[in-house]
């Protein structure tokens, strides 16, 4: 039988559990395509340096790309090298797992002043992506306010507080760890706008944050009081109920007089950032609790002297010319990873991961996000079957022409050990490459 081709746009965690779902069937065979040299999407470039257990499921991913029907396509960005139409010549069906890495905006005054970042531009610097100018950031602020309390911010958070030391052996890039290392940085102030109880980090990285060496953790008891909605929901939240606990016992510490404080402040809506020239202070609106959850100013502004900021207020996904597009959830219409336009499925086109269900979720959710559109993908096989055999050179010839440089798995490969052999050199686990032109030279000359 004629072999089914699919394209899968994107090779973070949901692109590559459709493949591995789509090697199931001898009869198909599977192009991973990505915008960068590099696969893993937030793997490699959000999940935190110094959360190495965590990075170690890439072991796990990688073994999907051994396979003989499976192929990385990297350094190939769908929209600029290649269109929906062209990917459509050449695959039977199209799955696009590109990800929602795009900030949400806070919608603020002096959003924009230098000085303000969103934690999506912190979080690619450290981690060495290759859209992050290596000299973006400095660390001359003494104070910086992070705004938002989900799991990023508590990475940046950390990651601010630590030394350069701390996070030596981490994969970090070289440029990263000697701006930690001059870091001014003293005071990290994570702020929320609703109470303690809304919070939404978890646990395990919340606990994180009391443990840091020479950081005294602030907390102030006035911020853990709760409301009824809040009570309420303690007794069915057991994440919620042990978060509670631990920003209690913090409250009743004692600062030691270590080198940084990290401040967790609830209740506080930002309302401007404020400066002349950059960010100097941020002024937020008090709330207090409603009784249903839900915070209400009480018409006292506070305002926090900062020289940076970090807005962390979530993420959204970025529309792909040629697809329907929901505007206002930030992701591709579908019905359980069919795609869809106007209420209508568009044949051999499926969705998979956060452009699929929405920000939301750890690694280990895109398998089964990825799972429920390979089935659906199963079942619409005989519609698909293809008419004619497909040459999977075609596809790298057709790319060639058009002047891109494609990274295969073996060329991942060559950056794979030229990062590890550099990181064993620091006595690190690697050593992130971070220059988009020096991954490429990688991918074609590093000889392990
Ligand atoms: C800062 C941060 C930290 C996180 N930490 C953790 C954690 O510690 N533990 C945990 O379980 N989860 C964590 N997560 C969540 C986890 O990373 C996501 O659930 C997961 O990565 C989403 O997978 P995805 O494949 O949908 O998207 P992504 O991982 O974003 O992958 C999308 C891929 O598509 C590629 N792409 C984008 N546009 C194009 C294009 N035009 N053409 C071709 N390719 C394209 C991107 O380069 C990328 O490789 C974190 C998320 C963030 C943002």
């Avoid at 030596?168 to 005071?187: F, K, N, Y």
């Avoid at 051999?348 to 429920?372: F, H, L, M």
């Amino acid at each position: 039988m004629t072999q089914l081709r699919v394209a899968v746009v994107g090779s973070g965690p949901a692109g590559i559990y459709c493949a591995a779902a789509l090697t199931e069937s001898d009869e198909i065979s599977v192009d991973v395509i990505d915008r960068l040299p590099t696969p893993f999407g937030l793997v490699r470039y959000g999940v935190a340096p110094d959360h190495e257990k965590m990075k170690s499921v890439i072991n796990t991913l990688s073994k999907v790309f051994l396979h003989d029907r499976v192929r990385f396509l990297g350094n190939v960005e769908f929209g600029r090298d290649i269109s929906l139409s062209e990917l459509h010549e050449h695959y039977d069906a199209v799955i696009m797992a590109h990800g929602a890495a795009i900030d949400r905006r806070l919608g603020v005054a002096g959003e924009d002043l230098p000085g303000s970042f969103s934690a999506t531009e912190f979080v690619s610097w450290y981690s060495g992506h290759p859209d992050a100018a290596v000299d973006r950031f400095t660390l001359n602020a003494e104070t910086v306010v992070v705004i938002g309390v989900g799991n990023v911010a508590v990475d940046v958070a950390r990651i601010m507080s630590k030394t350069a030391t701390q996070l030596r052996s981490t994969d970090i890039p070289d440029h990263v760890l000697d701006v930690l290392a001059r870091s001014r940085v003293r005071d990290v102030v994570v702020v929320g706008r609703r109470g303690p109880v809304q919070a939404k980090f978890t646990t395990k990285e919340l606990r994180e944050l009391g443990e840091l060496d020479d950081v005294d953790i602030v907390v102030r008891p006035e911020d853990l009081e709760i409301d009824a909605a809040s009570e309420l929901m303690l007794e069915s939240n057991t994440v919620a109920r042990r978060n509670l606990e631990i920003m209690r016992e913090w409250s009743q510490r004692e600062p030691q007089g270590r080198s940084r404080r990290l401040h967790l402040r609830f209740l506080l809506r930002p309302v401007s950032l404020d400066g002349e020239e950059s960010v100097q202070s941020v002024t937020f609106a008090r709330g207090r609790l409603d009784g249903n959850g839900n915070a209400v100013d009480t018409g006292e502004l506070e305002q926090l002297d900062a020289q940076m900021v970090l807005r962390s207020v979530g993420y959204r996904g970025l529309a792909m010319p040629g697809l329907p597009f929901d505007e206002e959830r930030g992701v591709i219409p579908n019905a359980a990873g069919r795609v869809m336009r106007a209420a209508e499925v568009i044949p051999g086109e499926y969705v998979a991961g956060w452009i699929k269900r929405g920000p939301s979720g750890i690694i280990g959710t895109n398998r089964g996000d990825a799972n429920e559109t390979v089935r659906n993908f199963f079942e619409d096989v005989s519609e698909l079957a293809p008419q004619v055999a497909r040459d999977p050179t075609e596809i790298i010839e057709f790319l060639g022409r058009r002047g891109v440089r494609v990274v295969d798995w073996q060329g991942w490969e060559k950056i794979d050990a030229l990062e590890m052999a550099t990181g064993a050199a620091r006595d690190a686990s690697r050593v992130k490459v971070a220059d988009l032109e020096r991954l490429l030279l990688a991918s074609t000359e590093h000889r392990p």
